[in-house]
């Protein structure tokens, strides 16, 4: 069974200072792995994936996310946080059980940037 | 152009009545699926088609009723609602079954149940 952890509820960071919200994983087979965001009273957004090839990805707002294999991990990173990065953030797993993708979620890590 | 839509956005019901979510996508995709969010922000999966077939049906009462008229429309169909029902739901869609695929989630349908 794959599964995502996420292991801080919540995260808070200076407004211009770096961020890394963190995730790891558990999946048989090659990980599909994805970061989405979610702004109060909306869906989520798509905001980066790792498939194959480099370990950073690069994403969506300046975003970018590390995969690590020995480590299982997929953090999620920012070089100069904006208060308006402030939301939810979830990671998830996509996996292929039996000709379906099916993608499991994190429980999500809420974004604070204080000015 | 809105992607992903669902209609009400909010709905507010009485115990044991049954109602009805709608959600249309624009994008082509092939794929849609239910999840339900909670009071704590946890996302779970529910349902899921692809050109029109049902492919996932997680442990849900079968009170909730997912019917997919075409591939771009997934309708969600409640009957009885119970307390527990209130959460917010969220339709999305993803191109192909393929695993590398981001899903498009619409703005959600919020349930309360009085």
């Known amino acids: 069974a794959q599964s995502v952890a996420q292991p801080e509820d919540q995260v808070n960071v200076a407004e211009g200072n770096p961020l890394t919200v963190k995730c790891t994983y558990s999946?048989?087979?090659?990980?599909?792995l994805f970061w989405y965001v979610q702004y109060p009273n909306r869906g989520l957004q798509f905001l980066l994936k790792?498939?194959?090839?480099?370990?950073l990805v690069k994403g969506s707002y300046g975003f970018e996310a590390e995969f690590n294999k020995s480590q299982t991990s997929f953090h999620l990173k920012k070089p100069s946080a904006l208060v308006s990065d402030s939301a939810l953030y979830f990671c998830?797993?996509?996996?292929?059980?039996?000709?379906?993708?099916?993608?499991?979620f994190g429980t999500g890590t809420k974004l604070q940037v204080i000015p | 152009d809105t992607a992903v839509s669902q209609t009400p956005k909010y709905l507010v019901t009485q115990m044991g009545n049954d109602k009805s979510i709608k959600c249309e996508q624009n994008?082509?995709?092939?794929?849609m699926y239910w999840y339900k969010q909670d009071s704590k922000k946890f996302l779970k999966i529910m349902f899921s088609?692809?050109?029109?077939?049902?492919?996932i049906n997680e442990t849900v009462p079968n009170r909730f009723s997912p019917k997919s008229p075409d591939k771009a429309h997934l309708n969600l169909h409640i009957n009885s609602l119970e307390l527990g029902d209130s959460a917010v739901y969220f339709c999305?869609?993803?191109?192909?079954?393929?695993?590398?695929?981001?899903?498009?989630f619409g703005d959600g349908t919020r349930l309360s149940i009085l």
């Open positions: 999946v048989s087979g090659n990980p599909y």
């Open positions: 790792y498939i194959t090839g480099d370990n």
């Open positions: 998830a797993v996509s996996a292929w059980p039996g000709g379906y993708q099916k993608v499991t």
């Open positions: 999305a869609s993803s191109q192909d079954r393929g695993v590398n695929q981001p899903q498009h």
């Open positions: 088609y692809n050109n029109k077939e049902l492919i």
């Open positions: 994008l082509g995709h092939d794929t």
